[in-house]
Every structure is written in C-alpha cells, then in structure tokens.
C-alpha cells in the first residue's frame, strides 16, 4: 500500500523555522515529484513547493520563495520541507503528495497529485 507520513509540524513563534519531513512506505519515491501543499481553515489547498523526480528541479509559490526549501533524499525515501521566516499566514495543516514522473519540470497544481499524506500541522503564533 502506498504510504506517505508527514512530520515536524508544531507551534512557532512568527520569524521561526521549522522542517517538515515526507516518509513514503510501500513505494519507492525515486520516480515521483513530490510537493508541499497547504490548507487553512476556510480555505482552499494550496500548492507550496515541488521538486522533480532527480531533484534537479524546484517550484515555488510566491508567498514562500526565499523563504522555504524543498530537498530530497531518495536513499531515505524522504523529502523535507525547510521553512524560515515564518509568518502567521503559514499557518496552516500541510500535505506531501506524489505523482509519477521523470520530467525534468513539477507541477504544484493539486490535481496533478495522486498520492496524499494525512497532513501536519504547523501553527505560526505569538
């Protein structure tokens, strides 16, 4: 069964950091593009980051660049999501997805995304 496990979400003061982890079991991620997506309340979700299959290539929304990373690490089956300078509007509960390809561009439009995590939350506050 394929599997994906966020982690390292939590409480943080605003200009804090944070890093999120993606575990995959049942399937090998090296094939994949992996993206960061997020939710708040009354909200639709997002797209936050993604990267390609080779992690060659890296997409950004506009609200995070400059301030959020993604990487992989494909002999761990794990990709992470490096978050600096966080505000209180990255307050949200944030997803890893996965869709098969070996393109060398990704997409962070959630209807591309076929395999889903069952969310982190990440809470921004004073």
């Known amino acids: 069964q394929l599997q994906l496990v966020e982690s390292g979400g939590g409480l943080v003061q605003p200009g804090g950091s944070l890093r999120l982890s993606c575990a995959a079991s049942g399937f090998t991620l090296n094939y994949y593009a992996i993206g960061w997506f997020r939710q708040a309340p009354g909200k639709e979700r997002e797209g936050v980051s993604c990267?390609?299959?080779?992690?060659?290539?890296?997409n950004y929304a506009d609200s995070v660049k400059g301030r959020f990373t993604i990487s992989r690490d494909n002999a761990k089956n794990a990709v992470y999501l490096q978050m600096n300078g966080l505000k209180p509007e990255d307050t949200a509960v944030y997803y890893c997805?996965?869709?098969?390809?070996?393109?060398?561009?990704?997409?962070?439009?959630?209807?591309?995304?076929?395999?889903w995590g069952q969310g982190s939350q990440v809470t921004v506050s004073s």
């Open positions: 997805a996965a869709y098969w390809s070996t393109r060398s561009y990704c997409s962070i439009d959630v209807a591309r995304y076929g395999h």
């Open positions: 990267i390609t299959s080779s992690g060659g290539t890296t």
